[in-house]
């Protein structure tokens, strides 16, 4: 099993930025690509961003040039840079991992709302 932590949400104005921090633990040897979701009000939950255990990144294109992902392996974590941050990335972003094919581990989520 994997556990995932986040931390870092909170209220931001539009424009401004936010740190996600997410920490693994459990059997995490053999988790290979880490990643951002977010879920907002009345919608589904969508990719944000994922990161592989060979720092490939990937990001949604409403957060490319703004948002980015990156990991440390020595202290089984990864983060979120959200910059320039507008009203419609407001949601519940989550931490998730795989060690192949759909992501099965999930973190508890974090609240991240900006305000216009």
């Known amino acids: 099993q994997v556990q995932l932590v986040e931390s870092g949400g909170g209220l931001v104005q539009a424009g401004g930025s936010l740190r996600l921090s997410c920490t693994a633990s459990?059997?995490?040897?053999?988790?290979?690509?880490m990643g951002w979701y977010r879920q907002a009000p009345g919608k589904q939950r969508e990719l944000v961003a994922a990161?592989?255990?060979?720092?490939?990144?990937d990001y949604a294109e409403s957060v490319k040039g703004r948002f980015i992902i990156s990991r440390d392996n020595v202290k089984n974590a990864v983060y979120l840079q959200m910059n320039s941050l507008k009203a419609e990335d407001t949601g519940v972003y989550y931490c998730?991992?795989?060690?192949?094919?759909?992501?099965?581990?999930w973190g508890q989520g974090t609240q991240v709302t900006v305000s216009s």
């Open positions: 459990g059997s995490i040897l053999s988790i290979r690509i």
């Open positions: 990161i592989t255990n060979g720092d490939s990144t």
């Open positions: 998730a991992a795989t060690r192949g094919g759909t992501f099965s581990y």
